[in-house]
């Protein structure tokens, strides 16, 4: 069984530039969510896909949006990146249900300078 | 008022002690409820659910009192290994689906 998994690991971008964050889902699991966790925090929820439909959102701005395609695998992208935008990128995948935990990824650090 | 809300720690205890952390949340539609575990520089991994009834893994036990929005969670017999951040999460489905994380408590014990 293929846990879920990140790239890149880590990604230095310069402020205003636009990212892109992937992240391959859990064999058998059709639901990802994304997260932005900053040092010291617990981890924001930024938004789910369900089946390549969004079907929740946080509180983040247009800017950081998301796909999820056919496989299940999913994107985060941010655009006109700000410092704050600064932190480690988690991706999460269940099985659908929502009381079903989450089996996370190792993230991806990102840098805006 | 945040959503999810935890005692801010840090804790350090003694290998053997037993050490509980609480959690407060908001939304009365709030549907299920977790403590996950962060090591540092590493993903959150599950712990265990928490039920309504209480329910115990171990030398870890949850508890969920929907009256109040409140979770707990006891550890006994604490080890080193326990070290580590404990997560109080969420979900929720109004207006769309949430998962909400508290921002974690931090755990040292000590030999």
């Known amino acids: 069984e293929t846990g879920v998994t990140q790239s890149p690991t880590h990604l230095i971008k310069t402020r205003g530039q636009q990212v892109t964050l992937r992240c391959s889902s859990q064999?058998?699991?059709?639901?990802v969510s994304w997260y932005q966790q900053a040092l010291g925090q617990g981890p924001q929820f930024i938004f789910q896909y369900y089946r390549e439909e969004e079907n929740g959102r946080g509180n983040f701005p247009p800017r950081f949006s998301g796909l999820q395609f056919p496989n299940y695998s999913s994107e985060l992208n941010v655009n006109a990146l700000e410092l704050d935008d600064s932190a480690l990128y988690l991706c999460?995948?269940?099985?659908?249900?929502?009381?079903?935990?989450?089996?996370f990824g190792n993230g991806t650090r990102l840098t805006v300078t | 008022r945040k959503e999810v809300e935890q005692d801010p720690g840090p804790f350090n205890v003694p290998e053997g002690a037993t050490v509980a952390f609480n959690c407060t949340y908001s939304?009365?539609?709030?549907?299920?409820f977790f403590w996950y575990r962060q090591d540092c520089r590493k993903e959150p991994k599950l712990l265990m659910s928490?039920?309504?009834s209480g329910n115990e893994d171990g030398r870890f036990t949850a508890q969920l009192n929907r009256a109040s929005q409140y979770i707990s969670l006891l550890i006994r017999d604490s080890k080193l290994s326990d070290s580590a951040t404990y997560l109080c999460v969420v979900t929720f489905n109004t207006g769309g689906f949430k998962t909400i994380f508290g921002a974690g408590t931090r755990l040292f014990v000590k030999a």
């Open positions: 928490v039920y309504s």
């Open positions: 999460a995948s269940s099985p659908g249900s929502y009381n079903s935990p989450l089996h």
């Open positions: 939304n009365s539609a709030s549907q299920s």
């Open positions: 064999s058998g699991h059709n639901t």
